[in-house]
């Protein structure tokens, strides 16, 4: 383990001082991200063009503003648009913002699945047609397999479920945003240890977007990132995965944005899959995800964003194994849920009358 560390250390000191000469080139995009994010969460907070009314599946009491995630949106394009504009990058481009304007449509008027669906199929065609497929992933025990005709298929459910995952994780103040950043600059950091420059870039961009957003956005929040922005997050962040895992012959970086994000994927599934056991409407709006049972069994929003953003942190640490042992990082993550999953359950019982 010392081996390892000592390994990854030196490793990212090597390229902390190479990245040293290109991060001039970097700054512009980030203070774009971060500027847009924090001026569109202020407008937005301001002007109070949309708001959200408090009902019984909320986690807020007051009407707040929402749609705080269109600066956000458009920071994070125009910062990574800065950066590059290959045929990849701008088919990516086009299907987060896509899934964005399906998103605040939704924020201003409650939309049917058909139109949520819908939009979100056309964006996946839409990154998928700019080239943005998975071609190789890395299976413990295996190693690299071509997915062949399954490419195509695997790709389209990873965009349209990540971005459904996402949404449905951004329901307590500043759960979204600092997970959003926290991952991104994980994944930022892997990336930038493998020699991965643009790509990590592409990711600090991101990471400064939800940045900006943030201070408005901490509980109390003062504006409601919208479906607008956790649409366009989780859909970025699928393209992010796909770009890494094309970026490195081995595979490996397939698992890197499943691992900074696992929490919210494994809330998403085992939630899914506990309403389906009932018998409930997985689609349904509810009230019973894992962090929704936290903060209901009384920890307030801050405490619980706070404890999945560091989960973020323990799991982009996981993922700096990567190189040495993808089934060692994807256990230690998957076991950090199921410990989480079962403080959870224990206080969702102990609330029970």
Not at 112 to 119: R, S, Y
Not at 201 to 209: C, N, R, S, Y
Not at 217 to 240: I, K
Request: glycine fraction near 12%.
């Amino acid at each position: 383990m010392r081996k390892v560390l000592a390994g990854l250390l030196r490793r990212g000191l090597a390229r902390g001082m190479q990245m040293a000469e290109i991060w001039p080139a970097f700054v512009p995009s980030l203070a774009i991200a971060f500027g847009c994010g924090l001026a569109g969460a202020v407008a937005m907070a301001r002007l109070r063009l949309l708001v959200d009314q408090p009902n019984a599946r909320s986690s807020h009491i007051v009407p707040t503003p929402r749609g705080g995630g269109v600066g956000l949106v458009v920071g994070a394009l125009a910062g990574c648009l800065w950066l590059a504009a290959d045929a990849t990058l701008v088919g990516l481009a086009a299907g987060a913002l896509v899934a964005a304007a399906a998103g605040l449509a939704d924020d201003a008027r409650a939309q049917g699945a058909f139109v949520k669906f819908g939009a979100q199929f056309l964006a996946a065609a839409l990154a998928m047609a700019g080239g943005a497929v998975f071609g190789i992933v890395h299976v413990p025990g295996v190693g690299p397999v071509d997915l062949g005709i399954f490419a195509g298929p695997v790709t389209f459910l990873w965009f349209v479920g990540l971005t459904n995952a996402y949404n449905f994780m951004d329901g307590l103040d500043a759960l979204a945003a600092s997970t959003g950043a926290v991952a991104a600059l994980f994944a930022g950091l892997v990336l930038a240890v493998d020699g991965h420059n643009a790509l990590a870039g592409l990711a600090f961009v991101l990471a400064a977007a939800c940045l900006g957003f943030l201070p408005l956005n901490w509980p109390r929040a003062r504006v409601f990132m919208g479906d607008v922005g956790s649409q366009f997050l989780g859909f970025s962040f699928a393209g992010l995965g796909v770009l890494a895992a094309n970026a490195d012959a081995s595979g490996q970086l397939f698992w890197l944005v499943p691992l900074v994000l696992m929490h919210f994927l494994f809330d998403t599934m085992l939630t899914a899959a506990r309403r389906a056991a009932n018998g409930e409407n997985v689609l349904a709006a509810h009230r019973g995800h894992l962090y929704q049972l936290l903060n209901q069994s009384g920890v307030p929003h801050g405490r619980v964003s706070a404890l999945l953003a560091g989960f973020s942190a323990l799991q982009g640490l996981a993922a700096l194994y990567l190189s040495s042992s993808v089934a060692a990082a994807l256990l230690a993550a998957f076991a950090l849920q199921l410990a989480y999953a079962r403080v959870v359950f224990s206080r969702a019982r102990a609330q029970t009358p």
